[in-house]
């Protein structure tokens, strides 16, 4: 087993920072008030679709010094900041603004990762401190120059990605900061426990229950001390970086591809979230096979408006095609409905699991039966779909009629961690409205 406890013994602190960290502040309402001139000085909040009872899922600072924040539902954003102005979200604009983003970084450093739509890092490695922070100095001043100046990134520099995360956020927005390893662990003392990215409230529970409340206390136990408390070497890993030492993760699984969709009230009935279910389905189904997997499992949960959740697993031998995941989708669904107790839809999602590679899936895939072989063509045509659509750049083929969903953007919508590509954002262009109206 991999010992991170011998892997540091052999392995000295950087003198020099490493990392450079990027994170864009309230990102989806700063682009809107970049991409429209008549927002400039306004409080702007950005939401899932244009309803009034959907929460904000981002804000802009002057909103934010209103009270607002995530989740802040209209009416409440209203009370709190009459000037306010709500706005559906546009993702294919934001996904625009990451790509212009990466290209004016690149001209400085290469981005070594994008963590989410608007964090990103880049390797310092080969640097000084004063080359560094003159690069990053440029990152900044270009984003402003070409981006504009209402997209403002939050920079950190340290020695490795989880520092500098974490200086990225200290002085929010417009942030600057560097922990440079000669310095540690000076500012980063200063971090709440709660704040640091992967402490969990599990974590802070099993931490408090041993005596450590500040972060002093944390990078004063052992690798061993850390790893006990975490339970796993995760605890070990976080407790390392924290020291400032490189931590290397092995490269993780891609366990499933799923959608969710919160629904408006017209898409609350039966035959509607259906409809709705039916479209991320397919979305899911494409992702899979673009990426080369099979699923042998799709889960389905509702979530009704007097609060009922039900969800539903089944379970088939490893499929990619649309047939079988939308009539899997469709028996799961029937079902639940049947048994809830109020009809009206307010959450769906999907989730296709249990995947393998065409090399790990069972032999009798490969051998002839007619269910096989219907299988196979089922599977080539979803495969001739895919094609056609990604070449066209539309949505030109698809099992069963496309309607504008709740949000429009069918499956292309910025998930935590996942950046649509021009594919998502092709499924979803036969039906999005192009620019909504901003209600001033
Ligand atoms: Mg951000």
């Known amino acids: 087993m991999f010992c991170l406890c011998s892997a540091m013994r052999e392995r000295t602190v950087p003198t020099e920072l490493q990392t450079l960290y990027i994170d864009f502040d309230a990102f989806f309402a700063n682009v809107e008030k970049q991409d429209n001139p008549a927002l400039h000085g306004r409080p702007v909040g950005v939401q899932p679709f244009d309803s009034q009872y959907s929460g904000v899922i981002a804000c802009c600072y002057q909103a934010k010094a209103a009270g607002i924040k995530r989740g802040t539902k209209t009416a409440e954003c209203r009370d709190l900041c009459p000037e306010i102005t709500l706005l559906p979200a546009r993702h294919d604009v934001y996904v625009d603004y990451h790509k212009r983003i990466i290209a004016c970084i690149e001209r400085h450093l290469k981005v070594e990762k994008v963590w989410s739509i608007d964090e990103m890092e880049c390797d310092l490695r080969g640097f000084t401190r004063a080359q560094a922070i003159e690069i990053a100095r440029k990152i900044q001043t270009d984003i402003r120059l070409d981006i504009g100046e209402y997209v403002t990134p939050s ?86 970086q924290l020291k400032g030492y490189p931590v290397m993760r092995p490269p993780t699984k891609r366990r499933m591809f799923g959608h969710g969709r919160i629904l408006t009230r017209e898409w609350s ?172």
């Open 155 to 240: 920079i950190g520099l340290a020695a490795n990605q989880l520092l500098a995360k974490i200086c990225s956020e200290m002085e929010k927005p417009n942030g600057f900061v560097v922990l440079h390893p000669a310095d540690m662990p000076g500012k980063l003392l200063n971090v709440p426990l709660g704040d640091i990215p992967g402490v969990a409230k599990g974590n802070l529970r099993r931490l408090d229950a041993a005596g450590i409340w500040n972060m002093e206390q944390l990078l004063a136990i052992s690798a061993k001390q850390a790893r006990a408390l975490w339970g796993n070497i995760e605890g070990e890993r976080l407790w390392a």
């Open 269 to 440: 009935y039966p035959d509607r979230a259906k409809e709705c279910l039916r479209l991320l389905t397919c979305k899911a189904a494409r992702r899979l096979r673009a990426d080369g997997f099979y699923a042998r499992k799709l889960s389905i949960s509702l979530s009704f408006i007097d609060g009922q959740k039900l969800g539903v697993e089944r379970q088939f031998p490893p499929s990619k095609d649309d047939f079988r995941f939308v009539g899997e989708m469709d028996q799961a669904f029937t079902a639940m409905i049947a048994v809830s107790r109020s009809k009206r839809v307010k959450k769906v999602s999907v989730t296709l699991h249990g995947l393998s590679k065409p090399e790990e899936t069972p032999g009798d895939l490969f051998t002839w039966s007619e269910e096989n072989a219907t299988r196979t063509s089922r599977e080539k045509l979803s495969d001739v779909m895919d094609s056609i659509n990604s070449k066209s750049g539309q949505a030109l083929i698809h099992l069963g009629p496309r309607e504008a969903l709740p949000g429009g953007y069918a499956g292309a919508k910025i998930a935590f961690g996942r950046v649509p590509t021009d594919d998502d954002f092709a499924e979803s262009k036969m039906t999005r409205k192009i620019r909504p109206r901003a209600r001033l």
